[in-house]
Each structure stands twice: as structure tokens, then as C-alpha cells.
């Protein structure tokens, strides 16, 4: 039944948009697990159109009628509560953008930023990010029920309970994931490109980590930032007066799998490493106070003449690429590992109503006037793990489906050298063909996901981190003497 108060021109954008609304009242978004880059939550007059725009205020003219219309037609009188529809409508109004970093937030969707900006919430402990064919895990927290699992960096999540993720945003899978601890969720694993299996996981009261910190033969630094929240700015401080107190030669500064975190950290942590006035980053947005440059603030607490190399990977996004991009540019530290992901847009969060919205207003820079967002931070020496072979990838599915080293490590937790050499020589004779070195590094991990204090880092099977120590040691020939791989 066609509305009378419609005019026949406007009848089909009447159109149009009723279809939308229908269809988007059903959306849903959560915010990221890893929150955007800096959280200004700010109130304020939302509806400030501007009185001369008289296309704008036609438009919103014939959006009232639209809305009037859903509510006295739609079939289920259940679904078209003003709130209901308003909801969809502004959900609508964000995914027009098509941009994932901008987006409606519900009530809940702004508690649950809070909450994590606290660095706590009920979920099963891991990193993701969106893909073309699913959901991508960047990486498990160590010690949660995700890590636990053997879910493993570059996993595919392609359901939730049973439910696809292809349709769904990258919040709405968020907030299937989180939930109040003790709690099932049941995730649908795509590993390598056949090996399709399911997982249950009880949720946990989850407390993002944000630094690791040891040293390597005795001289070298390894710091781990695992991304950037209020907390972190104190823990690498802490990290820091622990290497001093070890006489530390140099430095290495792991931001693989680091999904970003807070502007405010990231700046703070680099004052650290750059002499007072020194460019960070800078901003350039259509809003003239957004356009700014962020400089060093404080003195120095690594010297200047310190060697520092930085191991970046494809999940290295947000706030660790700025910090990758300032040690860069300035020539500051040498760059190990993959192209980074390209994640340098800034978002501020508004509060409206019972709700909000965050909102890209801008696109980080490099010292160097280079922009990161959709680009990313090419290393200075690419270094990455060696690809498997079409037949290693299936002999690692059968490896996977059989759960055989996950059996071997339950029956054997503390495995000698010789045994986990018998343990290879028992797989080929199944016929399972990986290299001895890639089985080796499969019972590391799992043996670790059962320790309650893993090792920091993995020098024996971690390719990239051995090309950085030999980076910094390769000037000593007595003691330089480069990695095996």
C-alpha cells in the first residue's frame, strides 16, 4: 500500500530506503577486542545541521516519512519501536561509510569499551581481525582458554555456536566471543585451506597482558609489547630499569601480533626512545584542531646510541605501527619481519543518548610524511617463516585431525631431546612427512600452552627472531656465530 503523502518522484529513494531499514533493524555491533586508537568520549549536540542546508533537511523530511511508514505497516508490530528502528537506522547510516573502524555503538556496545579500556572482561582470549573469507585470529593471549586450546595465530574462525561469520562485522563476532566467564562458546576452526574443525571454550575473566621481558645471552634486551594500554607506559618503564640493571647492549623490540591500542600510550612510550621535540606522528583530517604533530616531551630513557631492531609481522597494526614508523624513519632501529597490516586512521568516540558512535576523523603519518592506513611499514629486511609444501600441508592436517602431538604431550608433558626424536621418527613412519624442525617447534608450543610460565621468547624456532639477534651480534665474530635455522 503506497504512502498518499509521497510524492511520485520521491518514490523510489521511499523505496530504497524502507528496504534498508527492514533489513539493517536486525544489526548488531560490538566494539573491537582491541579498542580503537584514541577514545575521546564526548558529549554533545548531535543534531546541529546546518539550517541553510535545505537538501539535507529535504532528506531528513522524507526520512520521518519512511520511519512513520515502517511503524504503521510492518508486518511484526514487535520490530518497529522508535528505539528499534532508530538504532538500525544510525547502524545504517555508519555502514554506509564502509569503514570498519567506524561504527554505531549500543549502551552495551559503550560499556564493553569501557571495560575493556580497564584491560578486563569475560571472553576466551583472543585477537582478530577481519578477512575476506572470515574472521583471522592474530594471536592468542597467552594462559586464557583460546591459548590453551592450541588456537593458533592465522587460524580461520568461520562460525560462532554454529552461526557463519561471513555476514557478520568484526564486533558482532566480538560479541559472540565475550561472555560471562564460565560460560560455552563453541568456535568453527578453518586451518590451512582443509582442515575444518570445532572447538569449546569456556570463557575466563580475561586480563590483557601488555609486556613481556627477559634477556638474551646475557646482553641483548627482548621486550615485548603486546599492545598499548594505560598500563603499558609504566610496564616498559619497569622493563627498561630491569635491562638497565642487567647492563644491556641493545635492544630488541617485538610488536608481531600487536593489534594497537591507545594514541595516548604509544606517544608516551616514544618519548622514551627520542630526544625532547622530536616528531612522533602526525594528523591530517578535514576537522583543522585534528591536524597535529605529536613530539617527544620527555628526556630520553634508551640511549640514543643504543642499537634497537623491531620485529613487525602482517598482524602489527594501529599504534605499533606508529611506534614501528617513528623508529624508522628517525633511523632510529632496524625493521625485521613482514609488512605490517595498515591500520593508521584515528577515531574518536561520542556518546548520544543511551549509546554512541566512534567515528574516523583522521589518518596517521610517519616522521617522514608517509601514511600508513592501507599500506602498512615495510621492513628493512623481510623475514618470515618458510612456506609448507602442498603435500606438508597435508601431512599437518593429518598431524592436526589425529591430535597427535597434543597425545604425545599429555602422555609425555616434559619431553627429553630422544624422546621427541622418537616421537618424529613414529610419525614418518605413519607417513606424516614435515621437517624435523617444524614437529620440533609443534611440540614446543604445545608444551608450553600447559606451563603456567611459559618461556618469554623462542630462540631455538623462531626464524625472525634469530635473524634479529644475529643482526645485533653479527659485528662480534667470537660471538657472533649466526642462529641454525
Known sequence: MENNTLTKNKKAIFERILVAAIVIVFSGLIVLLSFSNTVLADSGDLTDFSKDDMELQEELALFKEVI??????????????????????????????????????????????????????????????????????????DGTPAFRAG??????????????????????????????????????????????????????????????????????????????????????????????????????????????????????????????????????????????????????????????????????????????????????AYIIGEKSYGKGSVQQVRYAGDGGFRLTIAEYFTPSNITINKIGITPDKIVKEEELTEEEKTALNDLYEKKSVENFVEKTPHPTEKQVENFIKGLKREGIMLKDRYIKRLVFNQVNRLNPKPPVYDLDYDVVLQEAVWELRKDQPDEGNKPKK
Open 151 to 332: 588456537i593458533q595465530a592465522g587460524d580461520l574462525i568461520i562460525a560462532v555456536n554454529g552461526e557463519s561469520v561471513l555476514e557478520l562485522t568484526i564486533d558482532e563476532v566480538v560479541d559472540r566471543l565475550k561472555g560471562e566467564p564460565r560460560t560455552d562458546v563453541t568456535v568453527t576452526i578453518l586451518r590451512g585451506k582443509a582442515l575444518k574443525f570445532d572447538v569449546t571454550l569456556t570463557r575466563a575473566m580475561i586480563e590483557l597482558p601488555t609486556v613481556k621481558r627477559d634477556m638474551i645471552m646475557d646482553d641483548i634486551a627482548y621486550l615485548q609489547i603486546i599492545q598499548f594500554t594505560p598500563l603499558t607506559y609504566d610496564r616498559i618503564v619497569e622493563a627498561i630499569e630491569y635491562f638497565q640493571s642487567r647492563k644491556y647492549r641493545s635492544l630488541i623490540i617485538d610488536l608481531r601480533s600487536n593489534p594497537g591500542g591507545l594514541l595516548s600510550s604509544v606517544i608516551n612510550i616514544a618519548d622514551l626512545f627520542f630526544p625532547k621535540g622530536s616528531l612522533i606522528v602526525s594528523t591530517k583530517s578535514r576537522i583543522p584542531n585534528e591536524n597535529r604533530e605529536y613530539l617527544a616531551k620527555e628526556d630520553i630513557m634508551v640511549p640514543e646510541s643504543l642499537p634497537i631492531v623491531v620485529l613487525i609481522d602482517k598482524y602489527s597494526a594501529s599504534a605499533s605501527e606508529i611506534l614501528t614508523g617513528a623508529l624508522k624513519d628517525t633511523g632510529r
Open 68 to 141: 512513520k511508514f515502517v511503524r504503521e505497516n510492518y508486518v511484526d508490530e514487535s520490530k518497529v519501536g522508535v528505539k528499534n528502528l532508530m538504532e538500525g537506522a544510525f547502524q545504517g547510516l555508519f555502514e554506509s561509510l564502509d569503514d570498519p573502524h567506524s561504527a554505531y555503538l549500543t549502551a552495551t556496545d559503550m560499556s564493553d569499551m569501557e571495560e575493556t579500556t580497564t584491560g578486563k572482561f569475560g571472553g576466551v582470549g583472543l585477537y582478530i581481525l577481519k578477512v575476506e573469507n572470515g574472521i583471522e585470529v592474530a594471536r592468542p593471549i
